[in-house]
């Protein structure tokens, strides 16, 4: 079994910045690709930032200069660090990970919960 559990989720204000966490657990290999999706109501899921093992990073045209992923290996955790929000970042925000298992070495796809994030004065 692989667990993903998002945190760092809340309300705040236009201009603000929040942190958000993916830890990973459970019978891990390794992580292939980490990642951040949004999806706000009545629209459809989007990518927000990936981080591959190997070091290569990708950003929305949406949250470029704005928004910064990174990884801790060692933790198998990723986290989005979001600056200068804006109303239109509302969403609920999804981790998403590309994992090879113990024992099987298998690749799959885990997804999180989600967590919320809603900015507005």
């Known amino acids: 079994q692989v667990q993903l559990v998002e945190s760092g989720g809340g309300l705040v204000q236009p201009g603000g910045s929040v942190r958000l966490s993916c830890a990973a657990s459970?019978?891990?290999?390794?992580?292939?690709?980490m990642g951040w999706y949004r999806q706000a109501p009545g629209k459809q899921r989007e990518l927000v930032a990936t981080?591959?093992?190997?070091?290569?990073?990708n950003y929305a045209d949406s949250v470029k200069g704005r928004f910064t992923i990174s990884r801790d290996n060692a933790k198998n955790t990723v986290y989005l660090q979001m600056t200068s929000l804006k109303p239109e970042d509302t969403a609920v925000y999804y981790c998403?990970?590309?994992?090879?298992?113990?024992?099987?070495?298998?690749?799959?796809?885990?997804w999180g919960q989600g967590t919320q994030v809603t900015v507005s004065s």
């Open positions: 998403k990970a590309r994992i090879s298992q113990i024992p099987s070495w298998k690749i799959d796809d885990y």
């Open positions: 981080a591959t093992s190997g070091g290569n990073i």
């Open positions: 459970g019978s891990i290999s390794s992580i292939l690709t």
